[in-house]
T-cell receptor, first 113, second 110 residues
Framework: NAGVTQTPKFRVLKTGQSMTLLCAQD?????MYWYRQDPGMGLRLIHY???????AKGEVPDGYNVSRLKKQNFLLGLESAAPSQTSVYFC????????????FGPGTRLTVT | RKEVEQDPGPFNVPEGATVAFNCTYS??????FFWYRQDCRKEPKLLMS???SGNEDGRFTAQLNRASQYISLLIRDSKLSDSATYLC???????????FGTGTRLLVSP
């Protein structure tokens, strides 16, 4: 039982390049989330999903897109990376039932130059 | 004003000390409250939920004061392994969205 995994762990992009971050969970959770964490800002919600085939915007969605084609996977895309998107990205999942506990992946450290 | 506010610290304490963190939240409609722990360069993990009646888990005690809109975490008999950043987290109405504070850093020294 791997929990929540993220691919890749590290990436360096040039401004204007695109990439996709993959999040996978094997806990059969309904809800999945993408956050970014920046110094002094705390974790901020980018996009989330309440089930397969659904997505919604969070607090800071601009410049990102997401897809949830399969229940276990949640993809975060950057179409044209900007230096302001340099951050640590965390994916999380939760059962979507009575508990609000979210389980986080190990993070992806992205640098945009 | 930030929705969840914490003193960033760091709090430097010796092993065995008792240390307390507070956190304030601005949305009076907030429904659920948590403390998460985040080790350096790692993901956040749930430490404990916070209930109005207060709750204790070993050396950790969490309290909620809805009237004053603050949450506290008390750590007794601090261990070196308690060194981490402690994140105060609240949820708001309508959905399981967590709002995170920026965290309080704790450093426990021998």
């Amino acid at each position: 039982n791997a929990g929540v995994t993220q691919t890749p762990k590290f990436r360096v992009l040039k401004t204007g390049q695109s990439m996709t971050l993959l999040c996978a969970q094997d806990m059969n959770h309904e809800y999945m989330y993408w956050y970014r964490q920046d110094p002094g800002m705390g974790l901020r919600l980018i996009h989330y999903s309440v089930g397969e085939g659904t997505t919604a915007k969070g607090e800071v969605p601009d410049g990102y897109n997401v897809s949830r084609l399969k229940k276990q996977n949640f993809l975060l895309g950057l179409e044209s990376a900007a230096p302001s998107q340099t951050s640590v990205y965390f994916c999380a999942s939760s059962p979507g039932t009575a508990t609000y506990e979210q389980y986080f992946g190990p993070g992806t450290r992205l640098t945009v130059t | 004003r930030k929705e969840v506010e914490q003193d960033p610290g760091p709090f430097n304490v010796p092993e065995g000390a008792t240390v307390a963190f507070n956190c304030t939240y601005s949305n009076s409609a907030s429904q659920s409250f948590f403390w998460y722990r985040q080790d350096c360069r790692k993901e956040p993990k749930l430490l404990m939920s916070v209930y109005s009646s207060g709750n204790e888990d070993g050396r950790f005690t969490a309290q909620l004061n809805r009237a004053s809109q603050y949450i506290s975490l008390l750590i007794r008999d601090s261990k070196l392994s308690d060194s981490a950043t402690y994140l105060c987290v609240v949820t708001n109405t309508g959905f399981q969205k967590l709002v995170f504070g920026t965290g309080t850093r704790l450093l426990v020294s021998p």
